[in-house]
């Protein structure tokens, strides 16, 4: 049976049914109209899917939607109210991606370790981004890009 959910999505107030099965990821992207999150794996495995749920990143394909009702869901588009975030313009400078896919997820999670430590170390940063895989870069970049705006 389709429930009501209402909950903020980037500061935005949502009310919409849904099925009691239906994932986050599919909700932001096919009826939000939300794109940065990315089906990778659509099993946990792959950090694609990354958005944060009251401060905190979690994996939107293994969300539940009905579990978001009175929450505030922030994705990547939400990040960017009054333009780039100096994270993002970072990332830009260091050739941070190649396909892209994996960003919108390694920004969120960079962002939520920024917002718990200003200077992490490249061990922290590496903590923080194990959880989203990246198949072009290698990485360093991304690190890198991290690391610039923490100096
Ligand atoms: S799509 Fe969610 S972790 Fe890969
Ligand atoms: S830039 Fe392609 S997966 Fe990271």
Excluded: W
């Excluded at 049976?1 to 932001?28: C, D």
């Excluded at 198949?135 to 890009?145: K, L, Q, S």
């Amino acid at each position: 049976m389709r429930q009501e959910i209402k909950f903020k999505l980037s500061g935005e107030a949502i009310a919409l049914e849904v099925n009691p099965n239906e994932v986050l990821l599919e909700v932001l992207r096919d009826r939000l109209g939300a794109k940065s999150p990315k089906c990778g794996c659509d099993k946990g495995d792959c950090g694609t899917c990354t958005v944060m749920i009251n401060g905190k990143t979690v994996r939107s394909c293994l969300v539940l939607a009905i579990e978001v009702d009175g929450q505030e869901v922030v994705t990547l588009e939400g990040l960017m109210d009054s333009g780039l975030t100096p994270l993002q313009k970072s990332f830009i400078e260091h050739n941070s991606f190649q396909c892209g896919f994996c960003a919108p997820g390694m920004i969120l999670s960079a962002t939520e370790l920024l917002a718990k430590n200003q200077k992490p170390n490249k061990h922290e940063i590496q903590e923080a981004l194990s959880g989203n895989l990246c198949r072009c870069t290698g990485y360093t970049p991304i690190i890198d890009a991290i690391e610039a705006i923490t100096k």
